[in-house]
């Protein structure tokens, strides 16, 4: 026998083979790791082939193929880079099949695309022309299918006509179920007819599966029920009982022996169902429960126990599924706890960008505003030592520089001449007249040319003046600018910082009010808490309760009020648009005090049109604006002007602008609007009506009036109308009311009417104190009929009073305890 030869490597032949065995793993590992990432990314296109191969060797009724023409056609507009692809697999899957078909499969597809190709070329192939298509192409193959083996018999043209309708029908499935099958839908909600759409096609998918068998258990059996488990658990069980039906009644016409499995599956699938909260284990039990109670009627012994065995086997694949794929069905099920939370986080990310965008543009305008600001800071303006030198600059290069003593003055005796300068500058700001009046000796001594050089000076500063006065209206118009984009900032920012509180998680408040209400057998269709925040409570709530009843009032309110610790009132109901449809009750913070108001006027000479204008309207902030405005003079152009400054002003006050800003802005319109002097005064009164506290803006306007029980307190304020002035100053005056104080605001028509020669103030406080009403209506008429009669019936000048009066709020039906509901706590914004 030979001796084996023993090969001896030495140290360094040994670490050359161990660097190449590391190479080649690493190579191996490389090689995995590109393919592993190969099929991640082209793991839609597998899919897809996949289909289309059980597509192709899918059979129903015996003999007809009606899936491959429709998924071709559907492939060609949705996935034009893989249509090729789609129609290998659909020929392939077609060799397989119980009875092959593969040429009558080749020859639709090709008769399809030659005619999509053709209608390409005149640029008239549309997605919504592909059901006619498909239907011509498979009647087309199939007559001539039928013409070929002569077998032109009425019952085999009704069933080419029957493959042909069913093609057109399940293009229109496809349509709707592949996009979801791929995730590339863009919207995160399915309708119902998607979902049966997309259990259509996986129940078609099963299909091709029919004849295979593992262990004696056939595949079909297993992923239907498999898919039945999953749709069940995501869906309850409605869709647990419709995926049952649908995927039943399509198997069974795949296999006509199979038709007890509709009834089967959809029992199944409706227990299956019904123990979705139990979990998967539960979902599992029920399935295993409904299938193993309708075997029996599948045939003998050895057919029972393979029903129950594929069950079995449908629910170990369905407790080895991971959670992210009953996660993912679940977000595309309306209804669903994870498509509720899809939604909520697609509309907080909408919320989040929105409230950016805003902030963004604040911030743009905060900077527009620091721009014009640093444009009127001191360092800005120039120094008084640079207009001086500007003066003296002036005058002696009009004067001095044709002056034979030019050289004396200026170089020999510079600070003497300086200080004559200096004293006939401030000389010529005061006012001096230095032309005509004697001069100080020592400026004559000084200079023989004193009266030229005064009158330089003079002149110098006449145009010094004019620049002035103009250089002090761009500054106030800066500064207006300034302060208008500083207050469009700030709005900005508010509404931007109340979108990000809308984003709020409030799903736990949201099902503690549901449970309150369906513990009192109130069923509601829907709630949503738009805003829990203290004052500015809203929640809308849709329901179908018969009328009459007036529940929402009577239960609602007082059961929310009571949950919130604060009056919750009804602030809006909408009737539907269409019948059947919930209607939509609307609740809101009940104020804490409430406003009632009354109006009397009249136009000058008993006119029709007055100069006044008067608004009592709620701001929506929780405050109530109370507005007078009386116009120039009298007749349509005063009435402009006024309604004009109380229309600006009301909206720029909705829209949250500071009042002093909101007074200065309409202050500007009004100059602006028109090169004519017109001007009108304003008089606002802004009630909080959470605590009746009243901040007073008087713009030119006469004195109001709080009458207190006999004591009545004057509110006045002196300064003049808008439309006169670039600068105005606004008076605030605050005040707190109390319940049972009326407030009366007038015109100078009504104020004016003791005359001169009365003190009006004490007699407007009289006539006050001697009304025995304490009704708004009744007040303003009395008090405009009382002047009327003073005047002897004459109406000398537009008169117009407004009266209003703060009452605590009684809500009308009181808030009571229902025993298991608890108060809950609001969330609570940190800024």
Not at 27 to 44: F, N
Not at 121 to 138: C, D, G, H, N, R
Not at 746 to 765: R, S
Request: aromatic residues 6%.
């Amino acid at each position: 026998m030979k001796e084996k030869a023993n090969i001896v490597l030495f140290p360094g032949q040994q670490r050359t083979s161990r660097t190449a065995d590391a190479l080649r793993k690493g190579k191996e590992r490389a090689a995995s790791l590109r393919a592993v990432q190969l099929v991640a990314s082209k793991r839609w296109t597998i899919l897809l082939a996949l289909v289309g191969f059980l597509l192709g060797r899918a059979v129903i009724l015996e003999n007809l193929m009606p899936f491959a023409p429709a998924y071709f056609a559907v492939i060609f507009f949705l996935r034009r880079d893989v249509y090729k692809l789609a129609a290998v697999s659909l020929v392939a899957g077609s060799l397989l099949a119980a009875t092959p078909s593969a040429i009558p499969i080749a020859m639709e597809i090709a008769v399809l695309f030659l005619l999509l190709k053709g209608l390409e070329m005149y640029e008239k192939a549309e997605l919504s022309q592909a059901p006619i298509l498909v239907f011509v192409a498979t009647l087309v193959v199939k007559l001539f299918g039928a013409f070929v083996h002569s077998t032109l018999g009425w019952y085999d043209l009704m069933m080419v006509g029957v493959e042909s309708a069913l093609a057109f029908v399940l293009t229109l499935v496809f349509v709707q179920a592949i996009p979801v099958l791929t995730l590339t839908r863009k919207s995160n909600a399915l309708k119902n007819e998607e979902i049966i759409c997309l259990m259509i096609l996986m129940a078609s998918v099963m299909t091709g599966a029919v004849g295979w068998s593992v262990s004696g258990l056939s595949l079909e059996h297993v992923l239907s029920r498999y898919m039945l488990l999953l749709f069940a658990l995501a869906g309850g069980a409605p869709l647990g009982a419709s995926v049952g039906v649908v995927a039943g009644l399509i198997l069974s016409l795949a296999n006509l022996n199979a038709i007890v499995q509709m009834s089967l599956l959809a029992f199944s699938g409706m227990l299956a169902g019904l123990m979705k909260e139990g979990g998967r284990m539960a979902v599992a039990f029920g399935m295993l429960l409904g299938s193993s109670i309708l075997s029996i009627y599948i045939g003998g012994q050895t057919d029972v126990m393979a029903s129950t065995w594929e069950s079995v086997a449908a629910a170990a694949l369905f407790l080895l599924t991971p959670k992210i794929v009953v996660k993912t069905i679940s977000r595309y099920v309306p209804g669903t706890s994870e498509h509720v939370k899809s939604q909520h986080e697609y509309a907080k990310r909408v919320r989040e960008v929105t409230a950016q965008r805003v902030t963004q543009f604040s911030e743009v305008f905060r900077q527009l505003a620091s721009s014009f600001g640093q444009l009127n800071t001191p360092a800005a303006q120039k120094p008084a030592e640079e207009e001086i030198q500007h003066f003296m600059n002036a005058a002696s290069q009009k004067v001095c520089s044709n002056c034979h003593r030019k050289d004396m003055c200026w170089n020999g005796k510079f600070y003497d001449t300086y200080k004559m300068m200096t004293e006939m500058m401030t000389a010529v700001d005061e006012g001096h007249d230095g032309i005509r009046k004697d001069k100080p000796r020592t400026w004559t001594s000084h200079c023989s040319k004193t009266h030229l050089v005064m009158a330089a000076l003079q002149q110098q500063h006449e145009r010094y003046k004019h620049d002035l006065h103009w250089k002090k209206q761009i500054f106030e118009s800066r500064q207006l600018v300034a302060d208008q984009l500083s207050g469009v900032s700030q709005i900005m920012e508010d509404l931007a910082r109340e979108i990000q509180r809308e984003g709020q998680t409030l799903h736990l408040q949201e099902e503690q009010i549901r449970d309150a209400l369906e513990s009192l057998g109130l069923s509601i269709h829907g709630l949503d808490i738009i805003s829990l925040e203290e004052g500015n409570v809203e929640i809308e709530v849709y329901h179908t309760f018969p009328k009459g009843h007036d529940e929402s009032r009577k239960i609602i309110a007082p059961l929310l009020s009571d949950i919130l610790g604060e009056h919750v009132a009804v602030k809006a109901e909408r009737n539907p648009a269409k019948h059947g449809e919930p209607n939509l009750v609307v609740f809101g913070s009940a104020k804490e005090y409430e406003i009632e108001t009354g109006i009397a006027g009249a136009a000058k000479g008993g006119d029709l049109l007055s100069g006044d204008s008067f608004s009592t309207v709620e701001l929506g902030n929780g405050k109530f604006a109370v507005a007078i405005s009386d116009g120039m003079g009298n007749g349509e152009r005063a009435r402009l002007e006024s309604s004009t400054a109380l229309s600006i002003l009301q909206q720029l006050l909705q829209s949250g602008m500071d009042e002093q800003l909101a007074i200065k802005s309409v202050n500007s319109v009004l100059m602006l609007r028109s090169p004519d002097e017109m001007f009108a005064t304003v008089d606002v009164a802004l009630i909080d009506m959470y605590t009746a506290h009243t901040t007073f803006m008087k713009i030119g306007s006469t004195p109001s009036f709080i009458k207190r029980g006999q004591e009545v307190i004057p509110v006045a304020a002196n300064n003049l109308p808008i439309g006169i002035l670039q600068e105005i100053d606004v008076d605030l005056i605050s005040m707190q009311l109390q319940p049972g104080d009326t407030l009366i605001m007038m015109t100078d028509g009504i104020y004016d009417a003791p005359g001169h020669a009365v003190n009006k103030e004490l007699w407007m406080k009289r006539v006050i104190q001697e009304m025995q009403t304490t009704d708004p209506q009744e007040i303003a008429d009395t008090l405009l009929e009382r002047v009327v009669r003073h005047y002897k019936g004459e109406i000398v000048d537009d008169m117009t009073v407004v009266v209003a009066k703060i009452e605590k709020h009684v809500p009308e039906w009181a808030s009571f305890r229902w025993p298991g509901v608890n108060k809950f706590e609001r969330p609570r914004t940190v800024s």
